[in-house]
């Protein structure tokens, strides 16, 4: 059995009194993308920076690739890749400098490291970009220029926090295809997201987080299938009058969810509960018929929504 | 268990040096960027032993110098200047710059995700500002070679005096820039700054101020910088010399390690 990259036991977080990761235990496998799904809070980035040797943990065990990272900082840094949550590009340097300077940072050989920036760049697709200062860039740019740089050091384990967030659609996408082609060349991935397509996306298994602790983990199709059924009918009410409206559909599927403007039914066959609503006399504004999502294996693990 | 293996390419820098120097390389890469910079540091300095040396020496005519014999005020303050201006300068790098750093650019957020800790930066730190103050240092006994006809041989080792005090200073202003919490802290900075450059006998020697008075400027870091400067430039050293030296480097060592805590505390909460 190989050995994993990251291990997890009774792992937790502390700030003062408040307590931001409640023992969770996990652990990632080498060559898997690995995600962490879970609403604001959740202690999705207090755990990333656990097993990024930047954060001591409070309590439980860690180890990360087969080391204790409060003990072996600078060593286990060494062989990572961190994207933050938050950009922190060197602005005091243009696009090129900003990947060079990080390989020193590791000690990479200036002659290496030329050969490695363009590579990145390339990568990245900010070959053109070269010369421009950070703050020049766009939003999705400056993500790009981020995970090029995390990638400098050639790391085994890519530790990625909420990766896309607020990209558009198109830039999420490059983004996407990019993280698949460092899975491809045998990077493992820890991705942290509050987007279940993201998830769905990229991750082989995640653990669904909410207020410090694992809810569940599994594969997506299995979370799913675990959780909630195949099929969802979404009957949308016009006077927000969704709760009220729970109790006229009792009976028509295995399990309902009242939002304040929708109702949400769990089906295997989402056409024929449709039919069903309909027979009752029942007239939702608007009625969608879609597959079960991630979102859904939230809401019915916390009653509460990912993204609100 | 296995200690792990760096791959092919990525060496661990060893702890001591290589790692903080790879930070000091990337400073002294945006410093180029802006010459004025360099240039505004080595022309302050000048400008005063100018104003205050020459013009001012004019006036004042001599001064009594460590030994009692009279020297003329040009001699007298020129290496007080140079001991001030290397407390200014290491003051005003460390501390605007690595409040910057630390609150708003964030940059030291990604340096700690790679090897470097925050032991290495507050070393690089203070090692850059060392750097340049030697250089504006090195630079301004030159000046004042020139300016104020300092001959003694003596004066050579003003430098490693005035490099100690930018030292010490750069260790104290990182310190600061570790607990401020706001700009307007800087107010703060300059109220302990201030008055060190004022008092420390730098315009006149400390017989001219009351016992109590020449008690607490005896104790202050500057003096200890003004004090061993004037008597090398002066040629008149005495054993003191070696009391100051290590006042300020037990300032600067505990600056330092105080400076370690509280960045560990900051950037690795
Ligand atoms: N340095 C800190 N000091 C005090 N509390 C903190 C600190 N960092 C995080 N917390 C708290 O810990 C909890 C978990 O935060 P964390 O950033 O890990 O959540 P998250 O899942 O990443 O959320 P988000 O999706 O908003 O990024 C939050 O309540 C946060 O306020
Ligand atoms: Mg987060």
């Known amino acids: 059995m190989t050995e994993p990259l990251v291990m997890a036991r009774a792992l937790v977080k502390r700030f003062g009194n408040f307590v931001a990761v409640d023992h969770i235990d996990f652990d990632v496998l080498p060559g898997e993308a690995f995600g962490f799904l879970g609403p604001n809070g959740a202690g999705k980035s207090s755990t990333m920076r656990m097993i990024g040797a930047t954060s001591p943990r409070s309590g439980g065990e860690l180890r990360v690739l087969g080391v204790e990272p409060d003990d072996y900082g600078p060593q286990v840094r060494a062989r990572l890749g961190v994207v933050p949550q938050e950009d922190n590009l060197d602005t005091e340097l243009s696009v090129s400098d ?40 766009s939003g999705g740019m400056k993500r790009r220029l981020t995970i090029a740089r995390s990638l400098v050091n050639q790391p085994e384990l890519l ?16 983004l996407w295809d990019r993280l698949h082609r460092l899975k491809r060349s045998g990077v493992t991935l820890l991705v942290t997201t509050h987007y279940m397509e993201e998830a769905e996306q990229l991750c082989d298994r995640l653990v669904v987080m909410d207020r410090g602790r694992i809810a569940a983990m599994g594969s997506p199709r299995q979370l799913i299938e675990r959780y909630v059924s195949r099929e969802v009918v979404e009957l949308r009410f016009d006077d927000e009058e969704a709760p009220a409206m729970a109790s006229l559909v009792n009976g028509l599927a295995p399990h309902t969810e009242a939002l304040a403007d929708r ?36 809401l019915r693990l916390t009653g509460r929504q990912l993204v609100d | 268990m296995s200690s792990p293996a760096p791959r092919v390419g990525v060496t661990v820098a060893s702890p001591r040096f290589a790692r903080p120097a790879a930070l000091v390389g990337r400073n002294l890469m945006v410093q180029k960027a802006v010459p004025y910079v360099w240039a505004t540091g080595l022309v302050e300095p000048v400008f005063y032993l100018l104003s205050i040396g020459v013009g001012i020496g004019h006036l004042v005519g001599k001064m009594p110098g460590p030994n009692g014999a009279e020297v003329p005020y040009a ?145 202050a870091p500057l003096y200890q910088g003004v004090a061993a400067c004037r008597e090398l430039c002066l040629g008149q050293p005495s054993w003191d010399i070696i009391g100051h030296l290590a006042y300020l480097a037990a300032l600067a060592g505990a600056a330092m390690a105080i400076s370690t805590r509280r960045a560990t505390k900051l950037l690795t909460p």
């Open chain 1, 159 to 174: 530790l990625l926090d909420e990766p896309t967030t607020g990209l558009d659609p198109q830039a999420r996408h490059l």
């Open chain 2, 75 to 219: 001699a007298f303050v020129a290496p007080a200047l140079l001991a001030s201006s290397a407390m200014n300068g290491a003051v005003y790098e460390c501390t605007t710059n690595i409040f910057d750093k630390l609150h708003w650019a964030k940059i030291y957020r990604g340096v700690v995700a790679t090897p470097l800790t925050p032991r290495d930066i507050a070393v690089a730190e203070v090692a850059s500002a060392v750097v340049r103050s030697a250089l504006y240092s090195a630079a301004f006994l030159v000046a004042m070679a020139v300016l104020s006809g300092t001959r003694s041989p003596w004066a050579l080792l003003a430098l490693p005096c005035a490099v100690l005090v930018g030292l010490a200073f750069a260790a104290c202003g990182f310190m600061s820039a570790c607990y401020m919490r706001s700009w307007t802290d800087f107010d703060k900075v300059m109220l302990v700054q201030m008055p060190l450059f004022l008092f420390s006998a730098t315009f006149y020697p400390l017989s001219v101020f009351p016992r109590w008075l020449q008690l607490l400027v005896e104790a």
């Open chain 1, 263 to 298: 109702l949400l039914l769990y089906t295997e066959d989402g056409d024929l509960t449709a039919q069903a609503v309909a027979r009752r006399g029942l007239k939702p504004t608007n009625v969608l018929v879609r597959r079960a999502s991630l979102e859904d294996v939230f």
């Open chain 1, 98 to 137: 900003n990947l060079y300077v990080y390989g020193r940072y590791f000690g990479i050989p200036r002659r290496q490291l030329r050969q490695r920036v363009a590579e990145l760049l390339d990568f990245a697709q900010l070959a053109e970009r070269a010369g421009d200062r950070v703050n020049d860039l």
